[in-house]
């Protein structure tokens, strides 16, 4: 209709619609941007609301259009149009009502549509991306965290190990130390235990190791924050009370060690790192907890390796008293045998020798030539026996001498003469003795037991020949030393029981034979004297005892 015409100057789509679904006009903007417009119905159905208004049985009235025909007011609404090509515009749709017509404006807010719901997409994709930021500062943080537990819980474990793993006070230190000086980068870390007066350098560990034993004092305020069991982490100038000052602030961690509520000792860490500690005082807190426990179950532990080591020596000390009390019994019941035997023996001896006296003086009176041979001759093998069982029994009398409890001068070869008579039953007619005595001057020792040494060795050394053998003695003197070496070819000693012999008890003899006590008190007699008892041997070559003193 040529009154609609004037519509043409608008830009925007313009259509007029009279009663139902009638269109009277189009305007050439309206034929342009929607060129496949076929009819009104159909055109109606590709536009919809953004959001329906109502709800309705009609189909028509879910469209825009119609529902600014049906209007009795002027209409509007912001709409979508999907074009043939499928894609979606958006317009701001005006309808004026005019009598029975309806003039609908269709102003083009795609751009504005799109924009909005990009800036709409933005916001969101920043809100996304702040949260995940977020999150991932939080992921990071508990990260760190985790990473910062782990490397906590890996160094106690690995300290808790080698607390653990040792009983060695210096050792569970020094570990320690070495670990914590490697965490936070410590020039010098060291535990001082806790005195009277301050407190002791125990254990260092980096520079001047040297400085142990030192008793070192902190200020007030320190002793104080370590008395209530509190860190104390300053930047200072001086490592200690009267210490001399660093060229440069230093950074100072002062760890109190308890336990059971008593302050043992601290640990004192030094850097020159600037650094604030925060999860790290865990880590301090839990090593220096283990680290108290372990010093005070160490040192338990030394002190009862101590005791045992004490308990040892006594039972060892007990033990060669039994051996001195065996002997001294032993030597009192042979000297008192011995004074009876030689009372008995001097009572018959006496008279047989006054007897044999008598019958010396009668001999020549005898007229008879052969008859008086005969008894001078039995005289003298009497007096000849007499004679030696005088010297038997002045023998025995030299040998246990109770009465010399002191040291007294000796020749050694006149004792060792002296112990080959009083075993002269042993060596009859089996042993020949070979002796090679040196100039030996006298010498002060406990002559009855240097003689119940010789006797044991040389009484051994008979019983370990089977028929007949040779023993060599050997004395020298030399730079003030006496030697005298006993040395035998009999059945020899085996390698695996050299250090048994001389254990008291020990015996390779059969039963009723020997006590296991001999060697065992022989070796105590020369230690006595300061000296030392050794032994060479083979099986099937022989023994050789080698007995050194010291001449005072």
């Known amino acids: 209709m040529k009154k609609f015409d004037f519509f043409n100057q608008y830009r925007d789509p313009v259509i007029v619609i009279r009663d139902y679904e009638e269109v009277v006009f189009k305007n050439n903007t309206f034929c342009r941007v929607f060129q496949q417009f076929g009819d009104i119905r159909k055109f109606a159905h590709k536009m919809t609301f953004d959001m329906c208004p109502m709800d309705s049985e009609n189909v028509d009235m879910c469209s825009p259009i119609f529902q600014a025909i049906v209007s009795k007011q002027n209409f509007f609404a912001r709409v979508s149009y999907i074009s043939s090509s499928g894609q979606t515009y958006y317009y701001d749709l005006t309808a004026v009502k005019r009598g029975s017509y309806t003039i609908i404006f269709l102003a083009d807010v795609t751009s504005d549509v799109l924009l909005r719901d990009n800036q709409k997409e933005q916001a969101i994709f920043k809100d996304k991306l702040s949260k ?59 535990y001082a235990s806790s005195g009277d007066d301050g407190f002791y350098i125990e254990e260092t560990y980096g520079e001047n190791n040297d400085g142990k034993n030192i008793c ?44 059971l509520q008593k302050m043992i000792g601290v640990l004192v860490l030094l850097s020159y790192q600037k650094r604030e500690l925060n999860e790290e005082i865990e880590i301090l807190d839990a090593v220096s907890s283990q680290l108290g426990n372990a010093i005070i179950r160490a040192e338990l532990y030394q002190k009862n390796a101590q005791n045992v080591r004490d308990l040892k020596k006594t039972l060892e000390e007990l033990k060669e008293t039994q051996l001195q009390l065996i002997n001294s019994e032993k030597m009192a019941s042979l000297g008192q045998l011995v004074a009876g035997v030689a009372h008995e023996i001097n009572t018959p001896v006496a008279s047989i020798k006054s007897n044999n006296s008598i019958i010396s003086k009668l001999i020549s009176q005898i007229e008879q030539d052969d008859l008086r041979e005969t008894f001078a001759q039995i005289n003298t093998i009497d007096q000849e026996a007499i004679q030696r069982i005088s010297n038997i029994v002045v ?39 070979i002796k090679h005595y040196g100039d030996i001057p006298p010498i002060k020792c406990y002559p009855n037991m240097l003689n119940q040494v010789f006797t044991n060795i040389l009484v051994n050394a008979c ?86 003193i010291k001449s005072e």
């Open 132 to 190: 995940l930021e977020e999150e991932n500062d939080e992921l990071q943080k508990i990260r760190q965290k985790a990473q910062s537990q782990a490397f906590r819980i890996a160094l106690i474990n690995k300290v808790s190990n080698i607390i653990r793993e040792s009983m060695d006070i210096s050792m569970i230190l020094n570990s320690a130390l070495k670990e914590l000086a490697i965490m936070f980068g410590c020039f010098r870390a060291y």
């Open 216 to 259: 070192i004092t902190f200020d007030e305020h320190v002793m104080n924050s370590l008395k209530t069991e509190h860190i104390s982490i300053s930047y200072c100038l001086m490592e200690y009370q009267k210490a001399e000052p660093f060229k440069q602030s230093v950074l100072r961690v002062i760890v109190p060690v308890f336990h």
């Open 395 to 433: 023998s025995l009398k030299k040998f246990v001498r109770l009465d010399e409890a002191e040291l007294q001068e000796a020749n050694i070869n006149k004792e060792l003469d002296l112990t080959l008579d009083l075993i002269s039953h042993e060596i009859k007619n089996k042993i020949e003795i």
């Open 463 to 548: 019983q370990a020949i089977s028929q007949k053998g040779i023993i060599e003695i050997t004395t020298e003197f030399d730079n003030g030393i006496l030697s005298v070496k006993i040395k035998d070819n009999g059945h020899g000693i085996a390698a695996e029981n050299i250090n048994k012999i001389f254990t008291a008890g020990y015996t390779t003899k059969g039963v009723g034979v020997g006590t296991g006590l001999g060697l065992a008190i022989s070796q105590k007699i020369i230690d006595k004297h300061n000296g030392k008892i050794h032994v060479n041997s083979a099986v099937g070559v022989g023994t050789e005892f080698i007995i050194t």
